[in-house]
């Protein structure tokens, strides 16, 4: 049976497929693949051990807490390094409950949106007897404040909200909940894998600029209308140009 070759539209296909999927995982990029080489090919030695290799890596690991320290505006010996985003929100929570129900606090609140390293470390902790509170968000993907307020109650050890969501964009305005965190005593790990204090700063400008041109784009729109609408003068004009051609037809 004779048919369409489709292999040359496949291969366009192919070509133009995008990879939209840079929050879960990328590709390592050339200056840090350029900066880890040396650790991983001569100076691989054992950072927790006593003979020259392992204090030479033992001195890099050090350096690096320090510079990731200083990106963050922390101190060095607030830096832990774990194998992922996964190992640490589940470390995060976990030590924050246990802390807490060392003084009588067993409720944590998380957001309803929270990444599945967070919700189900807190699906965990409910089983053990935790009481866990699932804040609603907006059709935006915010938390509101005062479903905050609300849920916060005296045995409340944890609030965890993720600050920047890895699947819609949206970012969490922590800075004018931390008043009410103050407020109450509680700590509140604004958890973000990825989020530095630049990229913040991007993602302010970004949303910035979005507002700025939604407004331009529905001012555009209300003038192109106000453009081509017909006056009441051209309708009369257009309904009687109408009717003489029908009454013609006719």
């Not at 990106?71 to 246990?98: P, R």
């Not at 699906?123 to 509101?144: A, C, D, H, I, N």
């Not at 609408?229 to 037809?249: I, M, Q, R």
Request: glycine share 4%.
């Amino acid at each position: 049976m004779g048919g369409v070759d489709t292999a040359p539209e496949m291969e366009r296909m192919t070509d133009m497929r995008v990879y939209a999927d840079q929050a879960a995982t990328t590709s390592l990029s050339k200056t840090a693949l350029e900066a880890m080489l040396p650790w991983m090919t001569e100076n691989f030695g054992n950072p927790s051990a006593l003979y020259e290799e392992g204090r030479t890596a033992r001195d890099a690991v050090e350096t690096a807490r320090e510079k990731i320290a200083h990106l963050l505006h922390a101190k060095a010996k607030e830096i832990y390094f774990t194998s992922g985003g996964t190992e640490a929100d589940n470390w995060a929570l976990q030590m924050a409950a246990a802390a807490g129900a060392r003084i009588g606090k067993k409720h944590i609140i998380v957001s309803a949106i929270e990444h599945h390293a967070v919700l189900n470390p807190a699906k965990s902790l409910e089983r053990q007897g935790f009481r866990v509170t699932y804040l609603p968000v907006t059709p935006e993907g915010l938390v509101l404040p005062e479903a905050l307020e609300a849920a916060i109650c005296p045995d409340t050890a944890l609030v965890s909200v993720m600050y920047a969501n890895n699947e819609v964009g949206t970012i969490q305005p922590v800075e004018e909940r931390i008043p009410l965190k103050r407020t109450f005593d509680i700590p509140k790990p604004a958890h973000q894998v990825e989020l530095t204090p630049e990229m913040q700063e991007a993602y302010r400008s970004r949303n910035e600029r979005m507002e700025k041109f939604k407004v331009e784009k529905a001012e555009q729109i209300r003038l192109n209308a106000a453009r081509t609408a017909p006056s009441e003068t051209g309708n009369k004009e257009l309904a009687h140009k109408v009717k003489k051609e029908f009454d013609k037809e006719k």
